[in-house]
C-alpha cells in the first residue's frame, strides 16, 4: 500500500533475490500510488507535489513536467498490456492524464476542474475492449471505450467512495464509504448494493476468473467466488509484511 510511507519491492528476472527500497519523493509529502511504467521506470502520485518518476527503480525521482507540480494526484494505473501499449493514467483533483508511450509523455485526457478523482481501473479485456473506469471521491464514474481517449460520466455508485474495479462485459464495482460494495451491471448507468451495506469499503479488486477481494473500513479481508452473491472472511486484520529472498 502507497500512503505517508511508501516500499517498493524489486527481484530479479529469475527470482533468485528480492529486496524492498523505501520511496521518499518528497520530504513529509503523501505518496496516495504508484506503478511501474517500463522495466526501470516507476511513477508514483505525491499529493500535492504532483508525479514523480525514478528511471533507475526507485533510486532518485524526478517532477514530470506535463503534470502541474501542485497537482493533488491519488493513483497512478498501469494498463494489464502496458508492456506492449505503453499506456498508463494517472487520476487526482482535476482529472485525468494518460500516456501512450510508457510515460515519456502524458496529455489531459479529461479536464474535470475541480473534481478529485480517488480510483482508475482497466478492463482485464483491455487489449480488445479498450475499456476503462474512473470514480470520484464523490461518487461520480466516468468510462472509457476507446482506450483512454474520451471519458463520458455516469451515474453516482454513492455519496462517497474509495476504490473501484472493472468487471467482464459492462460490470463495475466500487468501494463506498457508507454503502458498501456496490455493483453495475449496465455500466454505471445503475448501481446496487453488492455486499457489506453500511460499511466503509475501502480497497476492491475483481479478477479475470471471477475471484473478487474487498478490504473493508476494519481492514477485514473478504472474498467471494460467485461474483458477489456470498462472501467469507480471509483476513481479519491485515498485517505488514516484510518480503524475503525467494
Known sequence: LWRTRAWMTVRTQNDADMETRYLKPGEGEEVKGGDMLDVDRLAVAVDGLGLWVSNDAGDSFDVHPDIPTDARLQQVQASPTIEHDGTALVVGMGGIWRTTNHGDTFELVADLEVVNIVDVDFSWDWANDGRACAVSESGWVW????????????????????????????????????????????????????????????????????????????????????????????????????????
Do not use: K
Open 143 to 246: 468510462c472509457s471505450e476507446d482506450r483512454g481517449e474520451t471519458w463520458e460520466q455516469t451515474a453516482q455508485a454513492g455519496p462517497m467512495a474509495w476504490s473501484i474495479s472493472v468487471d467482464q462485459g459492462e460490470g463495475i464495482w466500487v468501494g463506498t464509504g457508507n454503502l458498501g460494495l456496490v455493483h453495475s451491471i449496465d455500466g454505471g448507468e445503475t448501481w446496487t448494493v453488492g455486499g457489506f451495506p453500511g460499511t466503509g469499503v475501502t480497497v476492491v479488486e475483481v479478477f479475470p476468473d471471477g475471484l473478487l477481494l474487498a478490504t473493508l473500513l476494519d481492514e477485514a479481508v473478504q472474498r467471494s467466488i460467485d461474483g458477489g452473491q456470498t462472501w467469507d472472511l480471509r483476513a481479519d486484520y491485515l498485517e505488514p509484511a516484510t518480503p524475503q529472498p525467494l
